[in-house]
């Protein structure tokens, strides 16, 4: 069975500052990739996807992602961040063809002013 | 924007309660999911569900769960009989062929 690693649980950075959270899977075939954000008492908010083609995904609100496919790994980056990307983040990941996302543990981001 | 509705919010229950949780997916999507979350844990997936069945399901969805499409608009998830460890955050999500996955908000269930 597929498993997604997020080994940030708990990043703290300053305003301005940036940021690379890191996300593994292990699964052997083709898979898609998801970032999703949890701000507080919100639902999960997709921020960006990768299926196929470039590897750099750009995303919504400055984020963008690199799949690097020889290190199973889709880290997700931001080159300023804000007070408003406080929130909880999940990498997710489900083999192609197929519609169950694994995610990873999260990773929770506290930005501060 | 569409959204995925969600209700209640927080439902309490008596162990071995039936619960059912309710969730409004997006209009247009064709695929319907159930996730939760315990506590301090992963996100899990639990059952998606297309063309009127279940499509996939974790070994979490066991006989005690059930899902149904009662209507158009409409996506449950019945627990039968609920066990303390039934307590976590519940999430519905619909998505598109594109893997366009919406969630909502989510429902507390805590089980006493």
């Known amino acids: 069975a597929q498993s997604v690693s997020q080994h940030n649980h708990h990043v703290i950075l300053s305003e301005a500052a940036s940021l690379e959270l890191g996300c593994n899977y292990s699964y052997g075939g083709t898979v898609n990739l998801f970032w999703y954000v949890q701000y507080p008492g919100q639902h999960l908010q997709l921020l960006l996807k990768y299926f196929s083609g470039d590897p750099l995904v750009k995303g919504i609100k400055g984020f963008e992602a690199e799949f690097i496919k020889s290190k199973f790994s889709f880290n997700l980056r931001k080159p300023s961040v804000q007070w408003s990307d406080t929130a909880e983040y999940f990498c997710a990941v489900n083999p192609t063809g197929r519609r169950a996302l694994t995610f990873g543990s999260g990773t929770r981001l506290q930005v501060q002013p | 924007e569409p959204e995925v509705t969600q209700t209640p919010s927080h439902q309490v229950t008596q162990m071995g309660q039936e619960v059912i949780l309710r969730c409004v997916p997006i209009s247009n999507h064709l695929y319907f999911y159930w996730y939760r979350q315990i506590l301090g844990q992963k996100v899990e997936f639990l059952v998606s569900f297309y063309n009127n069945e279940i499509s996939e399901k974790s070994e979490i969805f066991d006989d005690q769960f059930s899902v149904e499409r009662p209507d158009g608009s409409n996506f449950t998830l019945k627990i039968r009989s609920t066990k303390l460890e039934d307590s976590a955050m519940y999430f519905c999500?619909?998505?598109?062929?594109?893997?366009?996955?919406?969630f909502g908000s989510g429902t507390r269930l805590t089980v006493v």
């Open positions: 999500a619909s998505s598109d062929r594109d893997y366009g996955y919406t």
